[in-house]
């Protein structure tokens, strides 16, 4: 039996995904023209601009959870998640501005308030925008369009953000700068727009009239008991860790080891081909599951990893061919694992009757930022203590153990998430047995619990104890 809802046009699920057009502009110009600009151009130490970023990053795993928590508790007229919109344009405008169309002559402290403020107006946006997703759908395989939706709108962005420096840099005399202030302006026109559009064309979902109190071991206790997000954990852990391991190094790879200079061109190439293939992640999907989807994709990047290995200088098509390949995954990677969490929280929702997909997005996001952190860090380290040269020129064994970097390791991790995943649990027949299970409780019914939601409940041992 299905559980009834009303369906989403396909013109809302469009005009809900614009959202992360704007927001995917932001990520590779802020990672590669930043530190040059404000050290180069400005004259800020560069010690002192590396320091500010980390500073700024750490912020996150403080506001992730607040808002997790503030964006499922509180619950204004206008709506609990639509609100958010408006808060979050608002900082986010305010933060790009600062930062990436700063005064002449601006501190650290200027751009490590700038940063901070960007990355509270991503916060204050993004958790409410995935557990708005997660919501506005309870269909298994609606969710995995709308993932896919917004990752295409993601990544077109990412290809905005890589045209508009060509074209810019282009230009007799321009730098970091006008690139920088072009993509800044981009951004505050298409920011507001976008979010327009969401605010006043897609419906807010329904949420239980009683308001739960907030427990925050309850809830940290549903996740724990919650296999297939506890699970999931682990997977996005180590393929985020491992795919960044890589991602930080490719410039000196392809320098080095292959000879290809201009890795730019390959990026655009890597994420148009991205773009391309999120229809096929989406079919894929509903064809065989998200998770065997998303253990094909991990199955491929680890493969195309290992390959790379292999490389020799010279090699550039066949280095430009496997990562053409590894693009095709790209956006699997980025959606199935949103359109996942959304499932796992009908567990969470079978149990309670609330709406937590704030709290548990928050937790997504803290374990994404932490794989970046680890993966954006750790190579740096490991390259530098085996005397690895950065402007180039290195040893015979340094270049060895940059080949183990650059393949082995990304690949093996990468490998031992697609190997985990394979014990998930959560499929389609399962999702919606739930979901006509939490439809029947909300409509005061005493339904029989899914043998399923039983393996995967919480017990409060505090309560049991007393």
Known sequence: ????????????????????????????????????????????????????LVLARISDFVTDPIMGLITDRWRPALGRRRIWLIFGTLIMMAGVQLLLRPPPEVGVVWFGLSVALVYLGYTTLQIPYEAWAGEISGDYHVRTKIAATKQGFSILGLVVATAIPAYILSQPGAGSGDVLNAIALAVLILLPLCAALVFFTVPQPDV???????????????????????????VVLLATIGEVFRQTITVFFARDIVG?????????????????????WGWLSKAIGKHRALILALGIVAATNFAMGFLQQGQ???????????GICYGAIGILPNAMVADTVDLDTAQTQDRQQGVYFAAIAMV?????????????????????????????????????????????????????????????????????????KEAGLTPDMPSYLQ????????????
Not at 218 to 233: E, Y
Not at 316 to 326: N, S
Not at 455 to 466: E, F, G, I, P, T
Request: hydrophobic fraction near 55%.
């Open 208 to 234: 239980p009239i009683e308001k739960a109190p907030l427990n925050l071991k309850r809830a940290v206790g549903l996740m724990r008991a919650n296999q297939p997000f506890s699970l999931l954990v682990v």
């Open 1 to 52: 039996m299905e559980t009834q809802e009303k369906p989403l046009a396909q013109s809302q699920i469009w005009a809900f995904s614009t959202v992360a057009l704007p927001l995917g502009m932001l990520g590779l110009p802020m990672a590669i023209y930043l530190a040059p600009f404000y050290s180069g151009q400005l004259g800020l130490s560069l010690s002192l601009v590396g320091a500010a």
């Open 260 to 280: 290809v200079k201009n890795i730019g061109i390959v990026y655009a190439v890597y994420f148009a081909v991205g773009l391309c293939a999120v229809p096929l």
């Open 455 to 466: 393996d995967n409940v919480y017990h409060d041992r505090s309560k049991a104890s007393s």
């Open 316 to 326: 550039g098509h066949l280095f430009i061919a496997l990562f053409v390949l590894k």
């Open 368 to 440: 994404q930022k932490l794989g970046f952190a680890l993966g954006g860090g750790l190579p740096l380290i490991l390259l530098d203590a085996v005397g690895f040269k950065a402007a180039g020129g290195s040893e015979a064994e340094a270049l060895f153990w940059m080949r183990i970097f650059y393949a082995v390791v990304p690949g093996v991790l990468v490998a031992i998430a697609a190997m985990l995943l394979t014990r998930y649990s959560l499929t389609a027949e399962r999702q919606e047995e739930l979901r006509h299970y939490i439809a029947q």
